[in-house]
């Protein structure tokens, strides 16, 4: 008996909805040896969203996510530990993740780049930013649509030491308090002094965005990458940037605990997530 399509895209393009099946044909065993995805990756819960809201994520954008030789969309080029990242036609990427932390930091991050060149300089550059719900409206996805930018396993030391004592320590402070915390948090501050003179602005940005009550926590140099192109007159080829802006769903209450800014002066908490959570827009 034919294996009825249950999914309820909205749209009739059959390759469309290919791609939202197709991976749950490959075991493990079988995409080992053959070089496919397996069933996991993207998951069931990504691919029934993704082909329920295609039309609306492709309008939204104004860009189509790239599509192989048969018309079906191409497989990711990237992902993590909550989403997963695809190849836009127009030459941006799209992040798509269940972290509800890195919609609402993404939007703050892109306010910043309007008017802030040293952040321009050292994040990658956030074109859009919105959610959708999956079909039975229980789940929420954030979109990100951001500039490519490549990945290397090795950048400068002071970066790549700086910022893994960095995230492990603030990380790590989250669940301190009192004097345990202060001495976790300076232990933050310096692994970002690492790289203050080498790269100035990526620095600022660490330390502005602390301040502002929605620090970098996941930015280690495994979320860094090298820009390829220029985006804009406060930006060229070669900068190293921030390009994932995810703190994780455990972490997205962590900063309420933490009573010092960057520069060690008392901070008082300022709910900045739910803040811009409310600003982005639903499809």
Known sequence: MKRRNTIGARTNDKKILNFAMRYERVTKDRARSSGKIFAGYPNAKFRRAIAWNIQKIESFLGSRLTRNLDGSISAPIGGGSHGIVYQLENGNVLKITLDQTEAPNALFIKGLQRRNPKV???????????????RNRTEKFSLIEREYVEYYRTLPVEITSGTGTFVDSIVAACDETGEEQKELLEVARAGL??????????????????NKGLPQMDASSNNLGVRIHKVSKHSKSGDIVI???????????????????????????VNRLKTFRKRIKTL
């Not at 100035?200 to 602390?210: E, K, V």
């Not at 390009?243 to 009573?259: A, I, S």
């Open 120 to 134: 321009m300089h050292s994040t990658a550059f956030v074109r859009n930013v919105a959610k959708i719900w999956n």
């Open 193 to 210: 002094m690492y790289f203050e003179k080498s790269y100035p602005d990526l620095f600022y940005t660490f330390q502005y965005t602390w």
């Open 243 to 269: 390009f994932d802006f995810g703190q994780g769903n455990q972490l997205q209450q962590c900063w309420k605990t933490l009573k010092q800014d960057a520069n060690g002066e008392p901070m008082d908490p």
